[in-house]
């Protein structure tokens, strides 16, 4: 019996062999020869790329048996040899039992040639992209292949060992997969290979159809000396973009992998010797959804691409960036790390973070709690607690959008600082690098701190960034309400409404510490004046400010109503009436920063000046 069968393409089959037992129980043998077109010619390949089997081929009744099955590439620089045998039976339910093995495949080939033979044009770029096959995606197209391969009524026992796998661009070794089933969905009883860089992956459970899609479902181990590199690698280099924690690590849990999803529940994880543990949701579908949960008593943030653990100013996330293009450059590089990953324009970021302790490398929070969604430009802060290692606390709450372009919502805060530390990481959470010494000694007059307050950004007008707080400072009660036109970063330049009331431990410390000045701790040590402090003003700081100021204690009482500049060391210029009611005027030197030599005596003064 002889038959030639050819189809379009490349496609060849041959089969030569003796039909024997026609009259009791017949039975087909002989060798067949199959050639099949796997990807066309070209502009990579000047010739189609060929699939060659050739194998002893046994019908006897529903059973046929494919012996000695070599399955050959026709890519002559890199040859690829596949060997093995296939069993099929006919029933009720069909049967199929195959066994393969190979030196060497070329999974990056083989899948970029099905892509390039199912589109009609390609790109430079797609083309350069289709050079290698993201391990990851490409997991999920070998899904489908089986369901398609081995459908639903079908049972399977089919194993396969690799000694090595081009895929990704790089080799995986001692691949070897193992699946079944039996009147259910297609298990997969054994996935394991050694990945770049020495890891290795275990994966076991079954494959089964949801909704129509393909889904991997079961339990996973992931570890190695370099989690960066194999995350960049199961990823694909260019969707990898954000800089990613490096060291020994490990993972186990359990996984779903679907189309356009990957689901791990339950993790324990190990990364540098630390156990964190946690859940992770991504979604790159059309919502492009990646949701993140993690606990542990110590969690690095580099393991999220978040990179050093500065804290932003604020004054720069929370306002509109500069209007020409060099200031806008400037500021959103100031902005660092943490801004570009705040920056998730098309994803949607879902984090929930428990750490006793948030580390760099360098720097360290303790006694973190945050959850909060990123969409876009949008920001919802279900809370944020975390205390710093200067011993500044803070816990936030709220909803922003427009982050990085024109901020517009509202954010509840809590913030605590207990000594002069404390007050200056305030400072420099408020300014950053721009905290001069005059602001970070401003907030330090203050403390101990602790307040409790509401920002509205976008309110009234786009800019605008409205401000109240209520609680402790400087040893006694205070209150404010700022209304600032021109936003956090621009008040200086543009109208502000001010008021803040104040019960002070020391009045000449907290009238130093709003004019931009400072006390000498002699001074503060020996000269304790509580009080009470009124402060009204309305206008541009930077040019003309109209303040009203009171100030009552136990040895001076003056009133200030006039004119007063603020630059950015502090107020510049005051021009006014000033009455001092009653008083020693040594105290009003020293409200206004002057020291008098020592020796002079008490100087009464009740009058204009």
């Known amino acids: 019996l002889t038959a030639h069968i050819t189809g379009r393409r490349a496609d060849d089959h041959r089969f030569d062999g003796l039909v024997q037992g026609f009259w009791e129980r017949p039975s087909i043998e002989g060798s067949l020869i199959s050639k099949i077109t796997v990807a066309e010619a070209s502009k990579d390949r000047s010739r189609p790329l060929v699939a060659e089997a050739r194998s002893t081929l046994v019908v006897k009744g529903h059973t046929l048996n494919l012996n000695d099955l070599t399955i050959a590439f026709d890519d002559f620089a890199q040859p690829q040899t596949v060997a093995g045998s296939l069993t099929a039976?006919?029933?009720?339910?069909?049967?199929?039992?195959?066994?393969?093995?190979?030196?060497?495949?070329?999974?990056?080939?083989?899948?970029n040639g099905q892509a390039e033979s199912t589109s009609a044009e390609t790109t430079e770029a797609t083309a350069q992209a289709k050079k290698t096959a993201a391990p990851?995606?490409?997991?999920?197209?070998?899904?489908?292949?089986?369901?398609?391969?081995?459908?639903?009524?079908?049972?399977?026992?089919?194993?396969?060992?690799?000694?090595?796998?081009?895929?990704g661009g790089e080799t995986v070794s001692g691949l070897v997969v193992a699946m079944e089933r039996a009147k259910g969905p297609l298990e997969l009883r054994t996935l394991r290979?050694?990945?770049?860089?020495?890891?290795?992956?275990?994966?076991?459970?079954?494959?089964?159809?949801?909704?129509?899609?393909?889904?991997?479902?079961?339990?996973?181990?992931?570890?190695?000396?370099?989690?960066?590199?194999?995350?960049?690698?199961?990823?694909?280099?260019?969707?990898?973009?954000?800089?990613?924690?490096?060291?020994?690590?490990?993972?186990?849990?359990?996984?779903?992998?679907?189309?356009?999803?990957?689901?791990?529940?339950?993790?324990?994880?190990?990364?540098?010797?630390?156990?964190?543990?946690?859940?992770?949701?991504?979604?790159?579908?059309?919502?492009?959804?990646?949701?993140?949960?993690?606990e542990g008593y110590e969690v690095d943030t580099r393991w999220f691409g978040l990179g050093k653990l500065e804290l932003p100013a604020?004054?720069?996330?929370?306002?509109?960036?500069?209007?020409?293009?060099?200031?806008?450059?400037?500021?959103?590089?100031?902005?660092?790390?943490?801004?570009?990953?705040?920056?998730?324009?098309?994803?949607?970021?879902?984090?929930?973070?428990?750490?006793?302790?948030?580390?760099?490398?360098?720097?360290?929070?303790?006694?973190?709690?945050?959850?909060?969604?990123?969409?876009?430009?949008?920001?919802?802060?279900?809370?944020?607690?975390?205390?710093?290692?200067?011993?500044?606390s803070v816990d936030v709450d709220g909803a922003l959008e427009g982050v990085g372009v024109q901020p517009k919502g509202t954010l509840n805060y809590l913030v605590g600082a207990e000594d002069q530390a404390a007050a200056w990481k305030l400072a420099d959470l408020w300014a950053g690098e721009s905290a001069a010494p005059a602001d970070r000694d401003r907030f330090a007059a203050f403390a101990p701190i602790r307040v409790a307050g509401q920002m509205q950004l976008g309110a009234r007008l786009a800019s605008a960034a409205d401000l109240t707080f209520d609680g402790v400072a400087g040893g006694g009660r205070v209150d404010a309400?700022?209304?600032?036109?021109?936003?956090?970063?621009?008040?200086?330049?543009?109208?502000?409404?001010?008021?803040?009331?104040?019960d002070a431990a020391d009045t000449a410390r907290l009238f130093a510490s709003l004019a931009g000045g400072r006390v000498s701790e002699d001074v503060q040590a020996t000269t304790r004046d509580p009080g009470n402090v009124l402060v009204k003003a309305a206008g541009v700081p930077e040019s003309d400010l109209m303040t009203l100021m009171t100030v009552d204690s136990r040895t001076v009482s003056l009133v200030f109503d006039g004119k007063t500049k603020i630059a950015a060391d502090g107020v510049s210029a005051l021009n006014g009436e000033l009455q001092l009611r009653?008083?020693?005027?040594?105290?009003?030197?020293?409200?206004?920063?002057?020291?008098?030599?020592?020796?002079?005596?008490?100087?009464?003064?009740?009058?204009?000046?």
């Open 193 to 294: 290979a050694v990945l770049p860089g020495g890891a290795r992956v275990n994966f076991s459970g079954r494959v089964d159809s949801v909704d129509g899609q393909p889904v991997f479902d079961g339990d996973l181990f992931l570890g190695g000396v370099s989690a960066a590199r194999v995350i960049r690698w199961g990823m694909g280099s260019s969707d990898m973009a954000s800089p990613i924690s490096d060291g020994p690590f490990s993972v186990s849990g359990r996984m779903q992998l679907g189309t356009n999803r990957m689901m791990l529940k339950s993790a324990v994880a190990e990364f540098s010797g630390i156990p964190v543990r946690g859940n992770l949701n991504w979604d790159d579908g059309e919502r492009r959804v990646l949701e993140l949960s993690v």
């Open 582 to 609: 009653t008083g020693d005027v040594r105290q009003l030197m020293r409200l206004a920063g002057v020291e008098l030599p020592r020796g002079v005596g008490e100087l009464d003064y009740d009058g204009l000046a």
């Open 314 to 392: 604020l004054t720069e996330i929370l306002s509109a960036p500069a209007s020409d293009e060099a200031g806008k450059s400037k500021q959103n590089q100031n902005k660092g790390d943490l801004y570009s990953w705040l920056n998730s324009e098309g994803r949607e970021v879902m984090l929930d973070l428990k750490a006793g302790r948030l580390v760099d490398g360098t720097n360290t929070l303790r006694d973190v709690d945050a959850k909060f969604k990123l969409h876009g430009r949008k920001i919802q802060i279900q809370r944020v607690k975390l205390l710093t290692a200067e011993g500044l």
């Open 481 to 502: 309400r700022l209304k600032i036109d021109g936003g956090l970063s621009e008040w200086r330049k543009a109208p502000v409404d001010f008021v803040l009331r104040s």
């Open 89 to 111: 039976e006919w029933a009720e339910r069909h049967k199929v039992e195959v066994v393969l093995d190979s030196r060497w495949l070329d999974i990056d080939l083989l899948a």
């Open 136 to 167: 990851l995606p490409m997991s999920r197209r070998l899904i489908a292949a089986l369901l398609e391969l081995f459908p639903g009524e079908t049972d399977v026992t089919a194993r396969l060992d690799v000694d090595q796998v081009n895929l």
